[in-house]
């Protein structure tokens, strides 16, 4: 198709349904949390390392936000309809190598995908105390996109993905479950008030997320062969993202 004097070319892949056999058990679950500083924070109860997903996609946006208001200032509007086809592109194609990496994670260590649910993320957002700048980023940064892409994936090569509620789990620190809503210092850092572990503000999210996933399944039955939660290493091992090229 051809939108202001270019050509866009769009391929559909329809994948023939075979015969569906009994679905193994799962034995692992990978918890995925979604946040402003990283736009997703993996972690497994087969490796308890934290995998952070985003940095590459807040250059793209921050460039673009600073662009935008750049050509503002020179009232040459025209371009800026240009330059957000060109950031949705280039957003689009991090989502993808994102998804991507996750969906293999789980198919590498056999896990079912956990991550939270969206609904009311902007309106929770709205009544908080966060600053201009977070609520910025939070209303304008692709959640849903992410999520359809990585559940879409995971369909393909049959995978199953659970939406869980995330209610406070921002504000719960994952070794003694403590919650405040002042244990969050900064964007980046948690700090809990109760047993005073310190730690990056996302991946205590993601534990949450892990830890309410393994109570959920193991009270449906059968669904995961290891209910016993994992065991929290105090190994500051971080995995940055490394992401395969499509």
Not at 109 to 114: G, L, P, R, W, Y
Not at 146 to 158: P, R, T
Not at 220 to 228: D, I, K, Q, R, Y
């Amino acid at each position: 198709m051809q939108q202001e004097g270019e050509w866009f070319v769009y391929l559909c892949i329809e994948k023939k349904k075979e015969t569906e056999e009994p679905k193994k058990p799962t034995s692992n679950i990978l918890a995925i949390d979604l946040g402003v500083r990283n736009i997703a924070v993996t972690t497994n109860t087969a490796n308890t390392r934290p995998n952070f997903y985003g940095q590459k996609l807040r250059q793209i946006r921050g460039f673009h936000f600073w662009l935008r208001r750049k050509i503002g200032k020179k009232k040459a509007f025209y371009k800026i309809r240009q330059l957000k086809d060109r950031e949705f592109l280039q957003v689009n194609h991090q989502l993808h190598k994102i998804s991507k990496a996750i969906v293999e994670e789980a198919k590498r260590t056999n896990a079912i995908i956990v991550v939270g649910k969206l609904k009311g993320i902007r309106k929770r957002i709205k009544k908080g105390g966060s600053s201009r700048r977070t609520k910025r980023l939070i209303n304008n940064f692709p959640y849903y996109r992410l999520v359809q892409y990585i559940k879409y994936k995971a369909e393909w090569i049959g995978l199953d993905v659970m939406e869980i509620s995330e209610a406070y789990t921002s504000q719960t620190c994952h070794n003694c479950y403590n919650r405040s809503k002042n244990a969050r210092v900064t964007q980046g850092l948690y700090r809990c008030n109760n047993c005073n572990r310190e730690m990056n503000a996302d991946e205590n999210g993601a534990r949450n997320i892990l830890q309410r996933a393994l109570g959920v399944l193991s009270k449906a039955g059968g669904l995961l062969t290891c209910p016993e939660p994992p065991v929290i290493s105090d190994r500051r091992e971080v995995i940055t993202e490394e992401l395969p090229i499509l």
